[in-house]
Each structure stands twice: as C-alpha cells, then as structure tokens.
C-alpha cells in the first residue's frame, strides 16, 4: 500500500539552515504537503507542492520535489528557535481525498 | 485567518460510552475530514465527507463510527461504544475542494478509562 517515510529527528543550531526529507510510495499523488506541529497544538498547513513542480519557496520555506525518486525535501532557512515542532509530509493518495502521512520529523533547535 | 474550530480539546469517557466530537469547519469549505493519531504512531485518515454524505472511509471506520452535519456549521464524529484502542488525538479538517489543500482544527485527545 501507500507509504510515506521521514527521518525521525534533526537537530540544528539557531541560524543553521534545516533539511528534512521525505519519500513517498504513491506515483500518482496529486500534491504533496508539509505541515507542522507544534506542541499540544494542531496541524498547520506550511506549505504544498503540485506534483507537476520540482520547486516550490515560500519565504524561508523551500520545497524540492524529484518525482523520479520519490523524494520531497523541506528546507528551512536561517531556523529560529520557534521553528522547533514536528513536521510531517503527506500525499494525497491514489484515492483523492485521504492524506497518507509519515511519522513526523522532530525539528530541535538549539540556541 | 478562517480555522477549522474543535470542541472538547480533551474528552474522558468510560469504556462502552458514547462520545461525540465536534468540529466547525471553514465557512466556504465543501469537504470534510477526520483524522486520529495515536500516541507515537501515526496519522490516520478515517473518513470524508461532502454533499452530506460519505465520500471515503478507512477501514478504521467500522460500524462503531458514523459522521454529521446536524446543521449548516457543525460536522461531528459519533464512537458508539468506545474501546481502550479508541484512544487518541482525534483531527478534523476541512477543504475547499477535494483536491486542495486540507486545513486541520487543533484536535480533541480522547482518553478512554
């Protein structure tokens, strides 16, 4: 079935830039996401990707898709302690509607 | 910024209870979602919901679940008879469209006892 893999942690100093990846199973997914969880909080929307793209920046957000290797990649720019959360990848599955998600890489920032 | 709005943020229930999780959804949204995500593992898809019926389901979502929108703005997930496995962070989301970007509530942590 459908899968989705991340690398568990990452940890990095403040001001470093930070790279988390992500691979997929789905060939067919539609748009690929990321989001963000901070603790005791929700999922928020940081930033998608159409899989027709191989680049997406958004402010300090660089989003870079090989859909050859099935590799989505996150890239944060000079990290700031705030950005310390997990963050998940997830696709929309051959099915349309269900986002398939990884485990969550957790982003630790130190100062 | 619209969001998608959950209440409880946390509920305990006694096993074989009946809980009901409630979600308001973005106003012009069409679409809607939930998710759980047990401790450590996780998120998973249960079911969608558009035009007042269910789109797609897990097979997570048996006949112990079922889903609502008693009026314009609510949209709840109904557990007849919770087990100690129902345990988790329990997401709705909401999109504008099935194809676009889902946006997530902050959750509700059900705990089972």
């Known amino acids: 079935g459908e899968d989705v893999e991340q690398s568990l942690f990452l940890s990095v100093r403040e001001g470093d830039s930070s790279v988390i990846n992500c691979t997929y199973t789905?060939?067919?997914?539609?748009?690929l996401y990321w989001y963000k969880q901070e603790p005791g909080a929700g999922l928020q929307l940081l930033t998608y990707?159409?899989?027709?793209?191989d680049m997406k920046q958004d402010q300090r957000l660089t989003v870079l898709l090989n859909k050859k290797d099935k590799h989505l990649s996150l890239r944060i720019a000079d990290t700031q302690t705030g950005d310390s959360a997990i963050y998940f990848c997830?696709?929309?599955?051959?099915?349309?509607?269900?986002?398939?998600f990884g485990k969550g890489t957790t982003l630790s920032v130190s100062s | 910024e619209p969001e998608v709005t959950q209440t409880p943020s946390h509920q305990v229930t006694q096993m074989g209870q009946e809980v009901i999780l409630r979600c308001v959804p973005i106003?012009?949204?069409?679409?809607f979602y939930w998710y759980r995500q047990i401790l450590g593992q996780k998120v998973e898809f249960l079911v969608s919901?558009?035009?007042?019926?269910?789109?797609?389901k897990s097979e997570i979502f048996d006949d112990q679940f079922s889903v609502e929108r008693p009026d314009g703005s609510n949209f709840t997930l109904k557990i007849r008879s919770t087990k100690l496995e129902d345990s988790a962070m329990y997401f709705c989301?909401?999109?504008?469209?099935?194809?676009?970007?889902?946006?997530f509530g902050d959750g509700t942590r059900l705990s089972i006892l």
């Open positions: 989301a909401s999109s504008v469209h099935e194809a676009q970007p889902q946006h």
């Open positions: 789905d060939s067919s997914s539609t748009y």
């Open positions: 990707i159409f899989s027709n793209m």
């Open positions: 997830a696709e929309s599955g051959q099915a349309g509607t269900a986002l398939i």
């Open positions: 106003s012009n949204h069409l679409y």
């Open positions: 919901f558009y035009n007042n019926e269910i789109s797609e």
